[in-house]
């Protein structure tokens, strides 16, 4: 059988999840990943990778219960593993602290971090604007480190890279036989998609340095800023797209906002299932 053409497009955490997930799984896919950036000069570069969720509106809370496992399981395995120290993935514990305290004291996601707690009233105290907090062990993931131990993977699985401006999806079009839409902040204008917006994180410093007083002396080694895609819910989706007279899949995997390094192999897993749904379609249409 021909070997299906897959094009990935974008090169954060998000869209190397998606080309890893493929590439390993799916042999009979020829992945090629797209992108005018690469790391160092990525948004995913520039996250904290604290993984830590935030609750998505209009999603089956067990399908953010699936992303946030499997992306979890996937880091801590790599995070206590040989691999730790080139992947930038390590265990982190700390702290998630609120001025209210919050209608639901026990996130969904509680059950699948490491020791999960509700902070005692002596923790508390020295948070004095501060009613209520959690305790717990996540990962904490360096992209700088882990986007090109992802595009290590991908290549050691038969992975091709592009460094390329893709405009509009129908470049790929003629050569490629599926696109996965990986491009954060750039459907906006690839897919026209005017749910997805910026979200720039600002007064970091400052507002860390009121919960801990010794950063206000803090050396500050260098600045980085980067535009969150954010989306009301995050798109993990597959639609067709009708061009000149053929029907090209498309795969999008985008908009998961502050949750990108969180979401992210959860979200590529889905990716990689609905490719395998496609491919098992296209096998049934050639026998029938």
């Known amino acids: 059988m021909k070997r299906v053409r897959i094009a990935v497009v974008g090169a954060g955490v998000a869209g190397f999840s998606s080309a890893v997930c493929i590439a390993e799984a799916l042999p009979s896919c020829s992945v090629t990943l797209v992108a005018d950036r690469f790391s160092p000069d990525t948004t995913s570069d520039g996250a904290a990778g604290i993984v830590l969720a935030a609750e998505f509106p209009d999603i089956p809370l067990e399908r953010q219960k699936r992303w946030f496992k499997n992306s979890f399981d996937h880091l801590l395995a790599i995070a206590v593993s040989a691999h730790s120290p080139d992947a930038g993935v390590i265990l982190s514990s700390g702290w998630q602290i609120f001025k209210e305290v919050p209608a639901n004291k026990k996130p969904f996601w509680s059950e699948f971090v490491i020791g999960f707690r509700i902070m005692t009233d002596g923790e508390l105290r020295r948070f004095p604007h501060h009613k209520f907090g959690h305790a717990f062990t996540t990962v904490r993931c360096d992209c700088s480190s882990y986007l090109p131990w992802l595009q290590n993977r991908f290549r050691k699985a ?86 000149q007279g053929h029907r090209v899949p498309v795969v999008h995997n985008y908009g998961h906002g502050g949750s990108g390094v969180t979401l992210a192999w959860g979200t590529a897993l889905d990716v990689m299932e609905l490719v395998r749904e496609h491919l098992g379609e296209k096998l049934l249409q050639a026998r029938l």
């Open 158 to 243: 038969g992975g091709q890279v592009e460094k390329r401006k893709v405009n509009d999806l129908q470049e790929l079009f003629n050569n490629f036989d599926l696109i996965v839409n990986c491009s954060g902040l750039g459907s906006k204008s690839l897919v026209g998609d005017t749910h997805v917006y910026p979200v720039r994180a600002e007064g970091i410093l400052e507002r860390c340095s009121r919960l801990e007083p010794s950063l206000r002396k803090a050396k500050v080694l260098g600045e980085w800023v980067g535009l969150r895609p954010s989306r009301k819910n995050p798109r993990v989706e597959k639609e067709v797209v009708q061009v």
